[in-house]
Protein backbone atom coordinates (compact mmCIF):
# COMPACT_ATOMS: atom_id res chain seq x y z
CA UNK A 1 0.00 0.00 0.00
CA UNK A 2 3.28 2.37 0.15
CA UNK A 3 3.06 3.23 -3.58
CA UNK A 4 -0.37 3.86 -3.92
CA UNK A 5 0.25 6.21 -1.50
CA UNK A 6 3.42 7.85 -2.42
CA UNK A 7 1.39 7.90 -6.23
CA UNK A 8 -1.19 10.21 -3.87
CA UNK A 9 -4.00 7.67 -4.07
CA UNK A 10 -6.26 8.51 -0.71
CA UNK A 11 -6.58 5.94 1.64
CA UNK A 12 -10.39 5.34 1.65
CA UNK A 13 -9.64 4.36 -2.35
CA UNK A 14 -7.15 2.16 -1.72
CA UNK A 15 -8.16 -1.83 -1.32
CA UNK A 16 -6.20 -4.61 -0.15
CA UNK A 17 -7.15 -8.00 -1.48
CA UNK A 18 -5.12 -10.71 0.92
CA UNK A 19 -7.90 -13.11 1.15
CA UNK A 20 -5.83 -15.85 -1.01
CA UNK A 21 -2.35 -15.72 0.76
CA UNK A 22 -1.52 -19.20 1.87
CA UNK A 23 -3.88 -20.48 -1.08
CA UNK A 24 -2.46 -23.45 -2.93
CA UNK A 25 -1.36 -22.73 -6.06
CA UNK A 26 -3.01 -25.88 -8.04
CA UNK A 27 -5.30 -24.69 -10.03
CA UNK A 28 -8.63 -26.34 -8.70
CA UNK A 29 -8.30 -24.65 -5.38
CA UNK A 30 -10.97 -21.67 -5.28
CA UNK A 31 -9.86 -18.72 -5.21
CA UNK A 32 -12.12 -15.87 -3.72
CA UNK A 33 -9.76 -13.28 -3.38
CA UNK A 34 -8.86 -13.55 -7.57
CA UNK A 35 -11.91 -13.28 -8.09
CA UNK A 36 -12.87 -10.50 -6.32
CA UNK A 37 -10.34 -8.43 -7.95
CA UNK A 38 -11.20 -9.82 -11.50
CA UNK A 39 -14.94 -8.59 -10.68
CA UNK A 40 -13.69 -5.17 -9.38
CA UNK A 41 -11.72 -4.98 -12.78
CA UNK A 42 -14.63 -5.94 -14.84
CA UNK A 43 -17.19 -3.68 -12.97
CA UNK A 44 -14.64 -0.60 -14.23
CA UNK A 45 -13.68 0.51 -10.38
CA UNK A 46 -10.42 -0.31 -10.30
CA UNK A 47 -7.30 2.19 -11.36
CA UNK A 48 -4.49 0.25 -10.88
CA UNK A 49 -3.93 -3.03 -9.64
CA UNK A 50 -0.31 -3.06 -7.58
CA UNK A 51 1.12 -6.91 -6.81
CA UNK A 52 4.46 -7.78 -5.95
CA UNK A 53 5.08 -10.81 -8.47
CA UNK A 54 2.70 -11.49 -11.48
CA UNK A 55 3.62 -14.97 -10.59
CA UNK A 56 1.75 -14.78 -7.48
CA UNK A 57 -1.38 -12.98 -9.46
CA UNK A 58 -2.42 -15.73 -11.84
CA UNK A 59 -2.33 -19.43 -11.05
CA UNK A 60 -3.71 -20.41 -14.03
CA UNK A 61 -2.92 -19.61 -17.73
CA UNK A 62 -6.80 -18.69 -18.01
CA UNK A 63 -7.14 -16.89 -14.99
CA UNK A 64 -3.83 -14.31 -16.02
CA UNK A 65 -6.20 -13.96 -19.64
CA UNK A 66 -9.27 -13.30 -17.41
CA UNK A 67 -7.50 -10.49 -15.92
CA UNK A 68 -5.77 -8.83 -19.01
CA UNK A 69 -8.84 -9.21 -20.99
CA UNK A 70 -10.72 -7.27 -17.73
CA UNK A 71 -7.57 -4.30 -17.37
CA UNK A 72 -7.43 -4.04 -21.08
CA UNK A 73 -11.48 -2.99 -21.41
CA UNK A 74 -11.73 -1.36 -18.63
CA UNK A 75 -8.07 0.87 -18.91
CA UNK A 76 -7.00 -0.31 -15.60
CA UNK A 77 -3.16 -0.03 -15.26
CA UNK A 78 -1.11 -3.04 -14.01
CA UNK A 79 2.02 -2.77 -11.59
CA UNK A 80 4.11 -5.63 -10.79
CA UNK A 81 8.24 -5.79 -10.50
CA UNK A 82 8.56 -2.01 -10.82
CA UNK A 83 6.92 -1.98 -14.14
CA UNK A 84 3.74 -0.26 -14.69
CA UNK A 85 1.79 -1.78 -17.72
CA UNK A 86 -0.90 0.07 -19.28
CA UNK A 87 -2.79 -2.94 -21.35
CA UNK A 88 -5.29 -0.50 -22.79
CA UNK A 89 -2.87 1.32 -24.69
CA UNK A 90 -0.14 -1.78 -25.94
CA UNK A 91 0.63 -3.08 -28.73
CA UNK A 92 -0.35 -6.69 -30.19
CA UNK A 93 3.29 -7.55 -29.32
CA UNK A 94 3.55 -5.97 -25.96
CA UNK A 95 0.23 -7.47 -24.69
CA UNK A 96 1.69 -10.62 -26.44
CA UNK A 97 4.69 -10.34 -24.14
CA UNK A 98 1.87 -9.63 -21.19
CA UNK A 99 0.57 -12.72 -21.90
CA UNK A 100 3.69 -15.03 -22.24
CA UNK A 101 4.62 -13.17 -18.70
CA UNK A 102 1.49 -14.78 -17.23
CA UNK A 103 2.36 -17.78 -18.81
CA UNK A 104 5.53 -18.05 -17.33
CA UNK A 105 3.96 -17.00 -13.74
CA UNK A 106 1.64 -20.51 -14.20
CA UNK A 107 5.09 -22.68 -14.87
CA UNK A 108 6.48 -21.42 -12.04
CA UNK A 109 3.36 -21.93 -9.29
CA UNK A 110 2.77 -25.53 -11.11
CA UNK A 111 6.69 -26.15 -10.61
CA UNK A 112 6.72 -25.07 -7.23
CA UNK A 113 3.32 -27.09 -6.52
CA UNK A 114 4.24 -30.54 -8.24
CA UNK A 115 8.15 -30.17 -6.38
CA UNK A 116 6.15 -29.51 -3.09
CA UNK A 117 4.12 -32.29 -3.56
CA UNK A 118 6.98 -34.81 -5.03
CA UNK A 119 8.62 -33.88 -1.39
CA UNK A 120 5.05 -34.58 0.51
CA UNK A 121 4.34 -37.77 -1.25
CA UNK A 122 8.28 -38.84 -0.36
CA UNK A 123 7.52 -38.37 3.31
CA UNK A 124 4.02 -39.80 3.73
CA UNK A 125 5.69 -42.99 1.75
CA UNK A 126 8.42 -43.29 4.74
CA UNK A 127 5.51 -43.26 7.21
CA UNK A 128 5.89 -38.89 8.22
CA UNK A 129 2.55 -37.85 8.47
CA UNK A 130 2.43 -34.40 6.40
CA UNK A 131 -1.30 -33.87 7.35
CA UNK A 132 -2.66 -32.76 10.69
CA UNK A 133 -2.91 -34.83 12.94
CA UNK A 134 -6.97 -35.49 14.48
CA UNK A 135 -7.67 -34.41 17.87
CA UNK A 136 -5.99 -37.33 20.02
CA UNK A 137 -2.87 -37.30 18.28
CA UNK A 138 0.11 -34.39 18.77
CA UNK A 139 3.26 -34.98 17.00
CA UNK A 140 6.49 -35.57 18.87
CA UNK A 141 9.74 -34.68 18.08
CA UNK A 142 10.49 -37.00 15.22
CA UNK A 143 6.86 -35.37 13.63
CA UNK A 144 5.49 -39.17 14.04
CA UNK A 145 1.86 -38.81 15.76
CA UNK A 146 1.99 -39.94 19.54
CA UNK A 147 -1.58 -39.88 21.62
CA UNK A 148 -2.10 -36.70 23.46
CA UNK A 149 -2.27 -37.38 27.06
CA UNK A 150 -2.53 -33.75 28.05
CA UNK A 151 -5.85 -32.91 30.04
CA UNK A 152 -7.76 -36.38 29.47
CA UNK A 153 -7.86 -35.89 25.51
CA UNK A 154 -6.59 -39.12 24.97
CA UNK A 155 -9.34 -40.58 27.84
CA UNK A 156 -12.07 -38.88 25.92
CA UNK A 157 -11.67 -39.98 22.49
CA UNK A 158 -10.80 -43.43 23.03
CA UNK A 159 -14.19 -43.42 25.75
CA UNK A 160 -15.99 -41.96 21.99
CA UNK A 161 -15.51 -45.60 20.56
CA UNK A 162 -16.43 -47.77 23.87
CA UNK A 163 -19.32 -45.61 24.34
CA UNK A 164 -20.40 -46.45 20.77
CA UNK A 165 -20.19 -49.93 20.65
CA UNK A 166 -21.92 -49.75 24.10
CA UNK A 167 -24.88 -47.80 22.78
CA UNK A 168 -24.77 -48.82 18.66
CA UNK A 169 -26.58 -45.08 18.21
CA UNK A 170 -24.57 -41.76 17.24
CA UNK A 171 -27.72 -39.73 18.87
CA UNK A 172 -28.05 -41.75 22.06
CA UNK A 173 -24.05 -41.08 22.16
CA UNK A 174 -24.71 -37.22 22.01
CA UNK A 175 -27.13 -37.69 24.93
CA UNK A 176 -25.36 -39.46 26.94
CA UNK A 177 -22.20 -37.42 26.83
CA UNK A 178 -24.56 -33.91 27.08
CA UNK A 179 -26.55 -35.62 29.73
CA UNK A 180 -23.61 -36.49 31.88
CA UNK A 181 -22.01 -33.68 31.13
CA UNK A 182 -19.08 -35.15 29.21
CA UNK A 183 -17.91 -32.14 26.91
CA UNK A 184 -15.53 -33.70 24.30
CA UNK A 185 -12.04 -31.94 23.00
CA UNK A 186 -12.13 -29.91 19.73
CA UNK A 187 -8.93 -28.45 18.40
CA UNK A 188 -8.90 -24.79 17.90
CA UNK A 189 -5.66 -23.69 16.23
CA UNK A 190 -3.29 -25.05 18.28
CA UNK A 191 -5.42 -24.92 21.62
CA UNK A 192 -7.82 -27.78 22.87
CA UNK A 193 -11.39 -26.33 24.02
CA UNK A 194 -13.81 -28.64 25.67
CA UNK A 195 -17.70 -28.45 24.43
CA UNK A 196 -20.52 -30.57 23.51
CA UNK A 197 -19.72 -32.25 19.95
CA UNK A 198 -22.65 -33.35 17.30
CA UNK A 199 -23.85 -36.65 15.49
CA UNK A 200 -21.80 -35.60 11.96
CA UNK A 201 -18.46 -34.76 14.90
CA UNK A 202 -19.01 -37.81 16.24
CA UNK A 203 -19.44 -39.69 12.89
CA UNK A 204 -15.77 -38.34 11.50
CA UNK A 205 -14.29 -39.37 13.90
CA UNK A 206 -15.41 -42.81 14.24
CA UNK A 207 -14.92 -43.22 10.32
CA UNK A 208 -11.68 -41.81 10.36
CA UNK A 209 -9.24 -44.82 10.18
CA UNK A 210 -6.36 -43.08 11.65
CA UNK A 211 -7.73 -43.58 15.12
CA UNK A 212 -6.98 -47.57 14.25
CA UNK A 213 -3.43 -47.07 13.82
CA UNK A 214 -3.16 -46.45 10.38
CA UNK A 215 -2.32 -43.15 8.34
CA UNK A 216 -3.62 -42.07 4.86
CA UNK A 217 -2.37 -39.61 2.65
CA UNK A 218 -4.77 -39.21 -0.45
CA UNK A 219 -3.51 -37.04 -3.51
CA UNK A 220 -4.08 -36.50 -7.62
CA UNK A 221 -1.26 -37.74 -9.51
CA UNK A 222 -0.29 -35.99 -12.39
CA UNK A 223 -2.31 -37.46 -15.56
CA UNK A 224 -0.28 -39.32 -17.97
CA UNK A 225 -0.30 -39.27 -21.87
CA UNK A 226 -3.20 -42.28 -21.75
CA UNK A 227 -5.25 -40.22 -19.53
CA UNK A 228 -8.25 -38.85 -21.88
CA UNK A 229 -9.89 -36.40 -19.02
CA UNK A 230 -12.95 -38.32 -18.77
CA UNK A 231 -12.76 -39.87 -15.20
CA UNK A 232 -10.24 -37.82 -12.75
CA UNK A 233 -11.16 -40.69 -10.10
CA UNK A 234 -8.32 -42.62 -12.22
CA UNK A 235 -5.90 -40.00 -10.95
CA UNK A 236 -6.55 -40.13 -7.57
CA UNK A 237 -4.17 -42.39 -5.15
CA UNK A 238 -3.73 -43.28 -1.95
CA UNK A 239 -0.49 -44.14 0.41
CA UNK A 240 -1.38 -46.22 3.14
CA UNK A 241 0.64 -47.17 6.03
CA UNK A 242 -0.06 -49.60 8.47
CA UNK A 243 0.03 -49.56 12.48
CA UNK A 244 2.13 -46.20 11.35
CA UNK A 245 1.42 -44.99 15.18
CA UNK A 246 -0.61 -45.73 18.13
CA UNK A 247 -4.04 -46.52 18.22
CA UNK A 248 -7.49 -46.13 19.80
CA UNK A 249 -9.47 -48.58 19.05
CA UNK A 250 -8.82 -52.60 17.74
CA UNK A 251 -9.74 -53.44 14.13
CA UNK A 252 -11.81 -56.14 14.72
CA UNK A 253 -13.73 -53.24 17.07
CA UNK A 254 -13.72 -50.62 14.27
CA UNK A 255 -14.75 -52.87 11.92
CA UNK A 256 -17.85 -53.44 13.84
CA UNK A 257 -18.29 -49.82 14.12
CA UNK A 258 -18.24 -49.29 10.56
CA UNK A 259 -20.79 -52.14 10.13
CA UNK A 260 -22.95 -50.38 12.89
CA UNK A 261 -22.79 -47.02 10.90
Known sequence: TDLPRGWGWAEHKIHIIDSDQGVSAKGD???????????RVSAGTVGIVVVRDLSRLSRTPHEAMQLFAAAKKTRTLLYYSNTLRDPANETVMELFGLYIQGMTGWVDNATRANTAMTAKIAMAAKGIPITRPPVGYIRNANQKWIKDDRLGVADAVRGLFTLFLELRSLGKVKRYLRDNDRPFPHRVGNEI?????????????LRNR?????????????????????DESELQQEIVKRDNHPAYVSRHDWETIQGIL
Do not use: N
Open 193 to 205: VWKGIDEAHIHSI
Open 29 to 39: VQRTGFEELVA
Open 210 to 230: AYVGDYYFCYKASPGPDFDGE
